[in-house]
């Protein structure tokens, strides 16, 4: 899927669906980006692996997307993790505590490899404050 600001492509690693978001991840993108999450998953307990090197610009609604693939993922026995994350996009998930549930990783390699090791890395007892 791509349009004029935002691009999201998967392709199959290992165990792993790999997922690329590039540009801008915000209100006017969110319906794409999640439904193209939605088409790569090949199923409910997919390991995700999200490489975020081209991400440019994350909002709230841009992280209520990878919560709702957390929390599928997470429902399912599942796995979500985050790659490549350019520091301003970093600094959004550790000002918001997201970094505690979606784990983050240096590079997309290191991602697939803790995708893979294991199913689902956070706490069973980590759940989303939805107020």
């Given at each position: 899927?791509?349009?004029?600001?935002?691009?999201?492509?998967?392709r199959?690693?290992?165990?792993?669906?790999l997922?690329?978001?590039?540009?801008?991840l915000?209100?006017d993108?969110?319906?794409?980006v999640?439904?193209?999450?939605?088409?790569?998953?090949r199923?409910?307990?997919?390991?995700?692996?999200?490489?975020?090197?081209?991400?440019?610009?994350?909002?709230?609604?841009?992280?209520?997307?990878?919560i709702?693939a957390w929390?599928?993922a997470?429902?399912?026995?599942?796995?979500v993790?985050l790659?490549?994350?350019?520091p301003?996009?970093?600094?959004?998930?550790?000002?918001?505590q997201?970094?505690a549930?979606?784990?983050?990783?240096?590079?997309?390699e290191?991602?697939?490899?803790?995708?893979?090791?294991?199913?689902?890395?956070?706490?069973?007892?980590?759940?989303?404050?939805?107020?």
């Amino acid at each position: 899927m791509e349009s004029d600001r935002v691009r999201v492509s998967h392709r199959r690693v290992s165990d792993v669906t790999l997922i690329r978001i590039a540009g801008e991840l915000d209100v006017d993108a969110v319906d794409e980006v999640t439904a193209a999450i939605d088409r790569a998953r090949r199923s409910d307990d997919d390991r995700l692996v999200f490489d975020l090197g081209g991400l440019e610009f994350l909002d709230n609604m841009g992280l209520r997307a990878l919560i709702a693939a957390w929390k599928h993922a997470r429902a399912h026995g599942g796995a979500v993790h985050l790659a490549a994350l350019r520091p301003n996009v970093r600094w959004v998930l550790d000002v918001t505590q997201l970094n505690a549930y979606l784990p983050i990783h240096a590079d997309v390699e290191d991602a697939v490899r803790a995708a893979t090791a294991a199913s689902a890395d956070a706490p069973a007892e980590a759940e989303w404050d939805e107020t």
